[in-house]
C-alpha cells in the first residue's frame, strides 16, 4: 500500500491499514465527503462503536463497512450488492484505503454484526442522539406502521399493503419520525399485531428516546385508535393527536368558525372548524368501563361529489390552538412522504439477508374457519330473509283473495306455506350455533405448519445506516434553504448530484482539502459553493483523525 500523503494518527478505517490519499489525484466519487460533517451529527459510528465495540481483525474495520454502506446509499447504491456498480477503487479513495470492501466481504461483516443480536440497540442509540441533537423537533412524534413486502418464494404471513391495496406476503415494522418527518427510529412489528397494540408496545422506548419528565405528542392515524390505549398514553405521560374513527354525530354549522394559521414553514392554511369536547367509553381490557375524555377539533371539508362532510381530529392537548391541531395532524404525512423517498432512493424494502426462521407455532393467529363460518351464517341469514319475505308474501295472497272467490283457511295451509320459513329459520340457528363453535383464534401450526420469518438483524442493521445517510443528506439538503431559488423544488436532486460529483483531495498539515468540480449548471455550482463554505464553518475531522476537512468548488471554466 502506498504510503505517501498518509494521515496524521492512521484512523479507524482499517483496523488492518494505514489511511492515504495521493496528493494531485482525481478522485472520482469525491463529493460524497460533503456528507461526512452532517453523518457526523447522526452519530452512526459513534453508536455503533457504543454497541459493537469493533469488529474482528480484518482489513476492513467497524467503521470502514459503515462508511462504505453510507457511501453506498448516497451514491444511490444502497444495497450490498450495489458495491458491483462503484468502482472498488473509486470508492475505496474517498475512504482513504486501496480499494472498498466488495459485495462478499461487505456481506460477511453485516453477518458478523448480526450475529451480536444488537441491532435494536444501535437503532435505540442512533435515536437518542437524534433527540440530544435535535430536541425540539421531537415535540411531536409521527408514529404509524409499514409493510414490507416480499416477493419471494417462502411461506410469510400475508399483510394488507396500502399502497397495492391487497394482502400479500409482507414483514410489518413500526417507524418512529420526528415531526420533520426525520426517521429517529423503528422497530419489527410483531406479525398480526395492529398499529395500536405496536404503539402501546413503543411507550417504553419513546420515554428511553425523548427522557424521563418531557411530555410529547404522538401522531398517528386511525390505526392506532383505542380508547384503552389513548388512556395508556396519557398515563405514560404522553399527550395524542389522531384521527376519530366510526360513526360521530356531525355538529351544527352555526358551530363552526373559519380560522386561518401559519404552520411551521410560514405557510398559511384556512380552516372552517369547531372545538368541542368527548368522552370516550372503554369497552375491552383492563380499563373495561372507564373513560377518558379528549378535545375534539372538527373540520369542515368538501365531500366527494357534492355536500360538506366533517372530519374530526382527537387530541389531549388543550393548550393548542384549534388551527394547529389540523396542520400538525395533516403534517403527519412527511412519515408517508418519507416512506416513498427511502423506498426510491434508499432501498426501503429491499430484502438484505435471504435468511429466514422458523416462525412459532404456538402463536396465536385469526381461524381462517371463522371466515368461512361468518359466509355460512350470512347466506343463512339471506335464505331465511327470503323465506319470511315469501312466507309473507303467501300469507296476504291467502287472507286477501280475488272478489267473489270465498277462501277457508286451515292450520294445515298455514303450516304448509310456514315450512319453509321455519327449516330456514332453523338453518339459520344452526350456522349460528356452528359459528360460536369455531375459535376465534388458533395456533400457527394447525394451519401453516410452514410459515417462516424473514431474517430481522441484518434489515434493522441497514435501516440504521440509511437512516442515518437519509438524515445527512436531508441537513445538506436543507442548508440550501436561502442559498438557492429552486431549494424546495430541486434541493435533494442537488445534493445527489454533488455527492456523486468528483474533484480533488488534498491532505495537508492538520487538514483536509476536498476542492470539488462544478456541477452541470452555474446556479447549482453557486449553491455548491455557498454550501461548501457552510460546511468548512463546522470545522469537521475525518473519521478517526485529527484532520479538519475544508471544502471548495473550483473555478468554472471561462
Sequence with gaps: MRVSGCWPGGGLLGEGAVPVFTPGARYPLAGLLLALPALEATGLLEAARQVYGRLRDGYYGLAATLLTLVFLALAGEPRAEGATRVPPAALGRVLGLDRAPEVKTIRRKLGELAAAGQAADLIMALARRHAAACPQALGFLHVDGHARAYYGTRDVQKMHIARLKFPAPATGETWVTSQDGDPVFMVVAEPSDSLAGELRRLLPQLRQVVGEGRRVTVCFDRGGWSPALFADITGA??????????????????????????????????????????????????????????????????????????????????????????????????????????????????????????????????????????????????????????????????????????????????????????????????????????????????????????????????????????????????????????????????????????????????????????????????????????????????????????????????
Excluded at 375 to 383: D, T
Aim: charged residues 25%.
Design 237 to 558: 405521560g404522553f399527550d395524542l393527536l389522531t384521527w376519530r374513527k366510526g360513526p360521530a354525530p356531525d355538529l351544527p354549522a352555526d358551530a363552526f368558525t373559519t380560522i386561518t394559521c401559519a404552520d411551521d414553514r410560514g405557510r398559511e392554511h384556512a380552516y372552517d372548524l369547531a372545538d368541542t369536547a368527548v368522552t370516550l367509553t372503554i369497552s375491552n381490557g383492563p380499563r373495561k368501563g372507564q373513560t377518558v375524555s379528549l378535545r375534539q377539533v372538527t373540520r369542515r371539508v368538501p365531500a366527494r361529489g357534492s355536500g360538506i362532510r366533517q372530519i374530526h381530529a382527537l387530541t389531549s392537548r388543550t393548550e393548542l390552538a384549534a388551527g394547529e391541531v389540523c396542520w400538525r395532524l395533516t403534517s403527519r404525512w412527511r412519515e408517508e412522504n418519507y416512506f416513498r423517498y427511502a423506498r426510491t432512493h434508499f432501498a426501503l424494502d429491499a430484502l438484505d439477508s435471504h435468511a429466514a426462521t422458523p416462525d412459532d407455532p404456538d402463536r396465536k393467529v385469526p381461524n381462517p374457519a371463522k371466515k368461512t363460518a361468518a359466509a355460512q351464517v350470512r347466506r343463512a341469514e339471506i335464505l331465511a330473509a327470503a323465506a319470511e319475505a315469501q312466507l309473507d308474501a303467501s300469507l296476504a295472497e291467502l287472507r286477501n283473495p280475488a272478489p267473489g272467490q270465498p277462501v277457508t283457511i286451515t292450520n294445515q295451509m298455514i303450516n304448509a306455506l310456514g315450512a319453509p320459513a321455519e327449516a330456514a329459520r332453523a338453518g339459520l340457528q344452526a350456522a349460528q350455533d356452528a359459528a360460536a363453535a369455531v375459535p376465534a383464534r388458533i395456533r400457527l401450526g394447525e394451519i401453516a405448519p410452514d410459515m417462516v420469518r424473514l431474517e430481522a438483524e441484518v434489515k434493522q442493521i441497514t435501516h440504521a445506516i440509511r437512516m442515518a445517510a437519509y438524515n445527512a443528506e436531508t441537513a445538506l439538503a436543507r442548508a440550501l434553504d436561502g442559498r438557492y431559488a429552486r431549494a424546495g423544488d430541486e434541493a435533494y436532486a442537488l445534493i445527489r448530484e454533488a455527492l456523486t460529483g468528483s474533484g480533488d483531495i488534498i491532505p495537508g498539515h492538520g487538514e483536509l482539502l476536498i476542492r470539488l468540480d462544478p456541477l452541470t449548471a452555474p446556479r447549482r455550482t453557486q449553491a455548491l459553493a455557498a454550501l461548501c463554505d457552510q460546511l468548512t464553518q463546522a470545522h469537521a475531522r475525518y473519521p478517526g483523525t485529527g484532520l479538519v476537512m475544508r471544502y471548495e468548488v473550483k473555478p468554472t471554466p471561462a
